[in-house]
Each structure stands twice: as C-alpha cells, then as structure tokens.
C-alpha cells in the first residue's frame, strides 16, 4: 500500500509539473550539450513539496558532482522503498522506461496529446528490478526489439506500475510482448486491464 501511495503522488506529481510546463518532465535534466545530468525525479521536487531542497541543486552539473552528491543524503521519504534496504544507500527502484515509443524518450518533452494508446493504457512509473542512486539519471532503457530489463524489485509476485492517468496497478504479467504494449504512449496496441493480472 505504501509503495502504490508513493507511485499515486509521483504520478500527481508528473501531472502537476505538465499543467505547469504543457509537458511531462524530460527523462532527465540535461547539460547544453546533450548530456544528462540529473534524474526527472530532481525535476519534479517543486511538485513534491520538496522545492527547498530543489533550489540547492546546481542543475548545470551531474548528480555525482562535488556540490551534489552529498544531496543524495537529502532523498524524500516518498523515492524510497518501504520496509527494504537497498544495497546502496539512497537508491530508489521507482523508475521510467526511456526510449523509442515510450513515455520518456531522450530529451523530448511528451505532452498528454501524444499519448494516444491513452493514459489509462500507458506506463508513467514503475518498480523496476534493481535501485538506482535516487539524483542519477538512470532508468529502465525501453528498445521494442530487445527483452525488457528486470522488473519488481519490492515484492516477488509482480510490480506496482502507475500509469499516465495517474492511475496504481498491481501487474503480475509476465509477457514482455503484453508489457510493451504498455510501455508504448502510441503504438496502437489494444490493451485492457485484465492483462495485467492474467
């Protein structure tokens, strides 16, 4: 319950940020040139109540930079994993997928008309397999072609997902042919709720 809870206000969180910008957040921050150097959950404090914490990030230098590394002492309650440890401190296992046909791709900012597989029928968050540094601007890379990257690092029969209606779903589907279907914001697919609990 508390992991669907956290996943529910990231997800108002996203939608909050896109009634602001006209966008969801990119998947990360990224340098003038193209590198990226903060994760989208840095980007989405201010909507977090978090906006304090927010302003004492230089957001022109990486996560692991001098001045920001020690802020992943600062990680909100709301990115960590209830009742586990991870095996690096401040790590967090809500992640994106980032790629082709996804709801984050690069540095493109997708606004709520692109997604035309509809909210209801797209990933926004998931629990992904293996924690990541919470400020680090890794995610769950998303290629159509390849097998998808581990899932459900919280509990062992499935994966919270919050989807872009801001909507929290229990998925203990196993079919990576039925989860890209998810994972696209407009690849046409026909997918229902009962898919997700087979």
Known sequence: MRS???????????????DTHGHFPASAIYSKDGKPLLSWR?????????????REFKLDEPWDSKHNKPLLE????????????????????????????????GQLEIQLRQVLDGTSNTFMTVE????????????????PDKPLPKLGGIFKDGFSAGLADGSVHFVKQKDENVLK????????EVANNNDLNP
Request: hydrophobic share 40%.
């Open 4 to 18: 669907q809870n956290n996943l529910k206000q990231i997800g108002l969180a996203m939608h909050n940020y896109h």
């Open 181 to 188: 279907k998810w994972i696209t914001r407009a690849g046409g």
């Open 42 to 54: 840095v980007a989405l404090l201010p909507w977090l109540d978090q906006d304090a914490l927010y």
């Open 74 to 105: 600062k990680m909100p309650k709301l990115f960590a994993p209830p009742g586990i440890k991870t095996k690096k401190e401040h790590a967090t296992f809500y992640q994106v997928f980032v790629g082709k046909g996804a709801l984050f791709e």
């Open 128 to 143: 992904a397999g293996r924690a990541v540094p919470w400020t680090k601007p890794e995610d769950l890379e998303f290629d």
